[in-house]
């Protein structure tokens, strides 16, 4: 039973756009912080954005005023727009959910719920 399903994912020239979906249970949507999370090859997952419950949200500095973190309640789906891709932008990136605002942000190794992932490639 698939609980997180991520979508949007794929090949794009630097500087362009890419919207990334997660679909969620709604029973996981409206009790949990949401959030997307990437690893690149040979390099560890890290915390792209988180949004809370109350729509707050947190951005890693090196994708701060290019993404962006929505969560629309009615359709209980996380989004993340992501503008300016930059090579280093290429990863596969995860859809996050937990209780904890501050776990999701923080301690990613406890992470109650995770989506499959879907690839986001820049090219130079």
């Known amino acids: 039973q698939v609980q997180l399903g991520e979508s949007g994912g794929g090949l794009v020239q630097a500087g362009g756009s890419l919207r990334l979906s997660c679909a969620v249970s709604?029973?996981?949507?409206?009790?949990?912080?949401m959030g997307w999370y990437r690893q690149a090859p040979g390099k560890q997952r890290e915390l792209v954005a988180a949004?809370?419950?109350?729509?707050?949200?947190n951005y890693a500095d090196s994708v701060k005023g290019r993404f962006t973190i929505s969560r629309d309640n009615a359709k209980n789906t996380v989004y993340l727009q992501m503008n300016s891709l930059k090579p280093e932008d290429t990863a596969v990136y995860y859809c996050?959910?937990?209780?904890?605002?501050?776990?999701?942000?923080?301690?990613?190794?406890?992470?109650?719920?995770w989506g499959q992932g879907t690839q986001v490639t820049v090219s130079s």
């Open positions: 996050a959910a937990d209780p904890s605002f501050l776990a999701l942000r923080l301690m990613p190794s406890g992470i109650r719920y």
């Open positions: 709604g029973s996981i949507f409206s009790g949990n912080a």
């Open positions: 949004i809370n419950r109350d729509d707050t949200a």
